[in-house]
């Protein structure tokens, strides 16, 4: 990379964080005119009082403008824009009028076609050096892979600033992927668009959050993920480029699989509502939403790091982060446990206590 191209991703990254940064208070305001506003009806919603909704389009408002600005548009990236426009409408109505399931479907799904139809695919994929093409299948599996990524963010989206900072992670390491793997430089500019947008959102959606970003947002986050990542990460010359993706997304990923395996054991639904993704039994277990959060992200840029790691052919170091990853979840996971075990013990002891003490005297 020479010194024009890296000044180039960082005015751009700045560009997109001042855009989204400023534009912010303004989408907060139209919000509450036009009615967009999560109130907290069910045991799922970790907020105690009416949030505006919505802000995701001040995050689409600067990824649009950093598109126009600093990205030569082929047909590839006029698509992305589109499918966008598309999911962004999309997400704004069912922030307000709160679309049947299927319709968001449909939606996703026709935004992910047109993706397709200007050329982005995932044609085939790297195994351990052999090249897998998937011939008449690129279609069906593009538009598998965009639409699952789409609703794996939109699932994650349950603590102030959890899918933002996750999706702005995932974008430096798609950011750092295409810069050492010297991949199509173009794609390094839309990660860093994105990123940028991202970070200038999270000042207004870090616990205590003034303002969500409603569906509009975390599936436009999601569906600019997918596809950039079938430009950047799929394209990879890397050993298992298969795996380098599923490695940056890999904590909405595990996550949204072991809600929907969970739901089918228990014969609900696959997309039923519950409240026992990993970020909600961080707080059960005694978490405030930053240190939840703050564990959240730690794990993303671990598993992010392993991905660059793997990316550039070193594996031993990529295997050490990913165990330290485990590690360090693990730990965290039996503390938090313990620490929620000995409450609840502590909690039942002094209802005893209360019990006995209120009984009435022979």
Not at 11 to 23: D, G, P, Q
Not at 224 to 239: E, M, T
Request: a neutral charge.
């Amino acid at each position: 990379m020479d010194v024009r191209s890296g000044i180039l991703i960082v005015i751009a990254l700045l560009f997109t964080f001042f855009v989204t940064y400023t534009t912010t208070p303004l989408v907060r305001k139209l919000a509450f005119r036009v009615g967009a506003i999560d109130v907290p009806k069910d045991e799922r919603r970790m907020h105690s009082k009416p949030i505006p909704t919505m802000g995701g389009l001040a995050i689409f408002v600067a990824f649009a403008f950093g598109m126009l600005a600093f990205v030569d548009l082929s047909p590839s990236f006029v698509g992305l824009l589109i499918g966008a426009l598309m999911i962004i409408i999309l997400g704004i109505l069912d922030d307000i009028y709160d679309l049947k399931p299927y319709i968001k479907l449909l939606g996703q799904v026709c935004a992910a076609l047109v993706v397709c139809f200007s050329g982005v695919l995932i044609t085939r994929v790297t195994l351990f050096d052999q090249i897998i093409y998937f011939g008449n299948w690129a279609i069906p599996i593009t538009v598998l892979w965009i639409v699952a990524i789409t609703n794996t963010i939109n699932l994650i989206d349950g603590l102030d600033g959890l899918a933002c900072g996750i999706v702005a992670i995932s974008s430096f390491a798609l950011l750092a992927v295409s810069l050492l793997s010297a991949g199509n430089p173009t794609v390094t500019i839309v990660a860093a668009v994105l990123a940028g947008a991202c970070l200038g959102f999270l000042p207004y959606n870090l616990n205590p959050a003034k303002i969500f970003m409603g569906d509009a947002g975390s599936m436009f986050l999601g569906f600019v993920l997918a596809v950039i990542s079938i430009q950047g990460f799929f394209k990879v010359n890397a050993v298992v480029s298969f795996g380098i993706p599923f490695l940056v997304l890999g904590l909405p990923i595990a996550d949204t699989a072991f809600a929907i395996l969970r739901r089918l054991l228990k014969g609900q639904h696959p997309f039923h509502a519950d409240r026992k993704h990993l970020h909600h039994r961080l707080v059960d277990m005694g978490l405030n939403q930053k240190q939840s959060v703050s564990l959240l992200y730690a794990i993303s840029a671990l598993l992010a790091i392993s991905a660059v790691l793997f990316a550039e052919r070193e594996f031993t170091g990529a295997i050490l982060v990913l165990v330290l990853s485990f590690v360090v979840g693990s730990i965290n996971w039996m503390v938090l446990k313990r620490e929620h075990q000995h409450a609840l013990e502590e909690e039942k002891k002094k209802e005893q206590e209360e019990e006995e003490k209120n009984a009435p005297q022979p």
